[in-house]
Every structure is written in structure tokens, then in C-alpha cells.
């Protein structure tokens, strides 16, 4: 008898109504990444990649963690063993894996993009799978531009620095050959690190040759953030985004913040009071930005991050050495939240938790600051980092139905640095229709193909096209 592959049409769909809403409804709408990490050089160059290790391996914190937990070595992971090694190392980890989602991921990519559903990924077949797909990547259709093509992807976020010089993304809509958008989103957590006085100073210096500024006080550094805030907003911008471990929201005035920078401008250490402050005080001037450009901002909370001394000396951020953390949640941000309310400056807000305890925290605060401008202009974001898995994916939808509307949720993303990534809506589509199937199968919710078909295909793209008010996009697909 003919084996079914692990990968198949209908994988993670248990049931007729799950199998109906997902090919019917979910499988052939685009994809909107708002929120990822790619490289928009590659992009422009339209780069290639000479081998699996390099386009699947590279950058990869997610693998790299868990081959160190299978007694993976450094130098198979970041270190300079020969990509081949690599990559057998991380075709020996594979079967480890079961249970954890990139037993998934590995070979839903393996299947999408290679075709290989037949076999799975291990020792035994790592010599296999690596000339075959190598030879794949040889051929123009996969060729970064092509794989975000192929995905059905129509427009992406990037992540961007205020003091980004946006280079590659003008390349990008510069040429007519490539149609999809590739738009920046600010990220100025640097415009916030008072507490390492020399890189702030030295960041300080990059916005002010960036915006032409000279910048001689808080008022001269603010309008040099403006500056730059306008000219992202120009290259199609529509999207902020902070990576916090929680919501700085202390009450300051405007002389201690005036003070505080000039203090951290001739290298003194502030005091944790005065940071403090200055972040705040941050924070809320970039939200009002964000409201004033009709802009959303996205606040991603929680990550307990570099907490691996040595190895962050070693290897520097993002090389897998970051946790889930418990900082405070929710009296911070219902103080940032109100405090732009009050002066009607609280723009579309999306917010982000890594530690699962937070869930109904964040489902319920997002209702406080609901005004009926608009339908869902305040988001409780998908299952991220550590809970952007199967069960995170679950628990996120299930609590957001219950205390939120979930039928106006923006959806999901793939917050990755690889372009074989795109398969995360995948993942999360056959789990959206998983989870309204089988209520369809128990009686919770209609036997209407015609009702939750269109809530399926509004979270999978409709939502967020009309959330984030990118130029250029925003139609519907019935």
C-alpha cells in the first residue's frame, strides 16, 4: 500500500470543513508579510544562493538553537565549518525534532519549494535532498525575487533603521521588472538606548549626517527623527515597530528629558530613573509620529534577549540566545495607551507578547482603546517567536475569539530572514481553518461556507490590505 507523504493537500486539516474552508477559501489568497527581516540588498540584487546551507541555514537562530540543544557544535552553526557539514548537522537534528515546529517547517519548505514530499528530511537522506536541491537553486526560479513571487506574495515589510539610507528599496521600485512592493518599516529602538552612552552617541552622529541635522539638544534631535520619519514615509512607510522587553510609560517633564540628553551627549551614565524616563518619553513622541503620518505601530514585548553573556560577546544579537522573559505588561502599556489617547494621538496599534501567561492580558487591553473609527484599529498580533508554533497559533486564536473579534484580525507574518519563510501563512492558514472546522463539525459555530469562508480569507489577507493603508494596495479579494 502506497504511503501517504508527511506533506500532503491536506495536511493539519482533520476534518470535511476544515478541508472546504482551506482549498476553497484560504490556499489561493495572497500574502502580505507587514513584519519581516529580509534583506532588501538581496532583494534589489535579486540574489541567488549557492547552496541550501546558505539560503535555509544562514541567519537561522530558530535552527541553530535547536541543533546546540542536539549537541551541535559552534562551528556547524555559526562557526566556519564547510556548508556541506552544515548542513549534514542539520539534517542529523531533523528527526530530534519531532514535536517541535520545525519538524514542520523543514519539510513543508522541502515539499513547496522543492517538490520533495516523498521523503524526509535525516542522515540517510541529507546526501540526496542537498545535490537535489542545490541543482534546484541553480535555476532562475529560484532566485530570491522568484521565490517571493512563487509564494504569491504581494507586498512586503522590511526592517529599518531611521538612519537607513533606503538605497535598495528605491532600487527595488525603480525597476519595472519586479512589481512587488517591497516598502520599509521604522524600527528606532537605537533612538531609545540612552543606557550605553557611547552607541547612542555614535547613532546619534549617523541620524545627523542621515537627516542633515545638526543635532545640539533634544529639540534639534527630535526634528532630525521627524526628518527621517518623513522621508520613510515617502518611500511608502506606513508602519513603525519597537522591540521592547516591556512598555516604558514613567512620568517625566520636559526639562529632565531635555536634561537626560544633554547629560548622555557628553558621555555621563544616566541614572536607571532618567533612562527610564527618556524611554518614555520616547515612546510617546514616536507614538504621536505614528498617529500624525496615519500610520500603524507595532510593539513586539517580553523577550529576554543576549541573556548568554559569552556567546553574545562571541557572536553578537539575534544568534539564538534569547528566551521568554516576564517583565510587567500590563499597567505600562495601558499608560502609554492611555496617555496617547487622551491627547487623541493613539494611531492603529498592534501588540505582540512572547510569553504565553500574557494572552488574555493583551486580548482584553486591546479592547480598552476600541473607539469605532475604524473595524479592529487596536490588534492583539499573531502567535510570535517563541509561540508563532501550532499550539501558540491555537491558544492566540482561541483567546482572541473569545475576548476580542477575531473575524477583524490582521493575521499573520513571517518575522524571518528567509526567503523560504512564506510558507508560515501556510502553516497558519491550515491552522485558522483547522480550528473553524472543527467548530463547524461540533455545532459552535454555522454551517456557513458563505460566512466563515469570507472571515477566512479576510484574516489570510483582506484585513490587513485595509489595515495598514500601504500605497498602492488596500483591495479586497472576494
Not at 16 to 33: K, S
Not at 191 to 204: D, I, L, R, T
Request: charge should be negative; glycine fraction near 6%; aromatic fraction near 10%.
Amino acid at each position: 500500500m502506497k504511503v501517504k507523504p508527511f506533506i500532503h493537500d491536506d495536511f493539519l486539516l482533520e476534518n470535511d470543513a476544515a478541508l472546504r474552508l482551506y482549498h476553497d477559501h484560504a490556499a489561493g489568497m495572497p500574502i502580505l508579510d507587514y513584519h519581516c527581516h529580509l534583506p532588501p540588498n538581496e532583494i534589489a540584487n535579486n540574489a541567488q544562493y549557492p547552496n541550501m546551507t546558505a539560503v535555509w541555514l544562514g541567519g537561522d537562530h530558530y535552527k541553530w538553537r535547536a541543533m546546540r540543544a542536539n549537541g551541535v557544535a559552534e562551528t556547524f552553526c555559526t562557526g566556519d565549518a564547510p556548508d556541506w557539514e552544515k548542513f549534514l548537522k542539520w539534517a542529523e537534528s531533523v528527526p530530534r525534532l519531532i514535536r517541535n515546529p520545525l519538524y514542520h517547517w523543514t519539510h513543508l519548505e522541502l515539499a513547496r519549494y522543492f517538490d520533495i514530499s516523498d521523503r524526509l528530511l535525516s542522515t540517510d537522506t541529507a546526501n540526496e535532498i542537498w545535490d537535489t536541491c542545490n541543482a534546484r537553486l541553480r535555476e532562475p526560479e529560484f532566485s530570491c525575487r522568484s521565490l517571493i513571487t512563487r509564494a504569491n506574495v504581494a507586498l512586503i515589510c522590511t526592517t529599518d533603521d531611521p538612519t537607513d539610507t533606503l538605497e535598495h528599496h528605491k532600487e527595488i521600485a525603480d525597476d519595472p521588472s519586479f512589481t512587488i512592493p517591497v516598502l520599509p518599516a521604522w524600527r528606532p529602538d537605537k533612538a531609545m538606548a540612552v543606557e550605553s552612552p557611547e552607541a547612542f552617541n555614535a547613532w546619534v552622529d549617523r541620524l545627523a549626517e542621515a537627516s542633515d541635522t545638526d543635532i545640539n539638544g533634544f529639540e534639534s534631535f527630535m526634528k532630525a527623527l521627524g526628518k527621517r520619519h518623513d522621508y520613510f514615509h515617502e518611500m511608502g512607510c506606513r508602519l513603525s515597530d519597537h522591540g521592547l522587553e516591556s512598555i516604558y510609560a514613567e512620568d517625566y517633564n520636559g526639562t529632565e528629558i531635555e536634561a537626560a540628553f544633554d547629560n548622555v551627549r557628553s558621555g555621563q551614565m544616566l541614572s536607571g530613573e532618567q533612562v527610564l524616563k527618556f524611554k518614555s518619553a520616547m515612546l510617546y513622541e514616536f507614538g504621536v509620529m505614528d498617529h500624525a503620518s496615519d500610520w500603524s505601530q507595532q510593539y513586539h514585548l517580553g523577550a529576554l534577549r543576549n541573556a548568554n553573556t559569552r556567546m553574545f560577546e562571541l557572536l553578537g544579537p539575534d544568534t539564538g540566545f534569547d528566551s521568554i522573559g516576564d517583565f510587567q505588561c500590563a499597567r505600562p502599556l495601558a499608560a502609554l495607551l492611555d496617555r496617547l489617547e487622551q491627547g487623541k494621538n493613539l494611531a492603529r496599534t498592534i501588540v505582540y507578547n512572547v510569553h504565553p501567561r500574557d494572552n488574555a492580558v493583551l486580548a482584553t487591553m486591546m479592547g480598552n482603546y476600541q473607539d469605532g473609527s475604524e473595524p479592529g484599529k487596536m490588534q492583539w498580533g499573531s502567535g510570535w517567536w517563541h509561540l508563532d508554533q501550532k499550539d501558540g497559533m491555537e491558544q492566540q486564536l482561541e483567546t482572541l475569539s473569545q475576548m476580542g473579534v477575531l473575524s477583524r484580525f490582521v493575521g499573520m507574518l513571517t518575522d524571518s530572514r528567509s526567503f523560504l519563510s512564506f510558507t508560515r501563512h501556510e502553516y497558519f492558514r491550515r491552522i485558522l481553518c483547522n480550528v473553524l472546522g472543527k467548530d463547524i463539525e461540533t455545532g459552535l459555530i454555522p454551517r456557513d461556507f458563505d460566512l466563515v469562508g469570507q472571515i477566512v480569507r479576510d484574516i489570510a489577507y483582506n484585513n490587513a490590505a485595509r489595515y495598514f493603508r500601504f500605497p498602492g494596495t488596500g483591495t479586497e479579494i472576494d
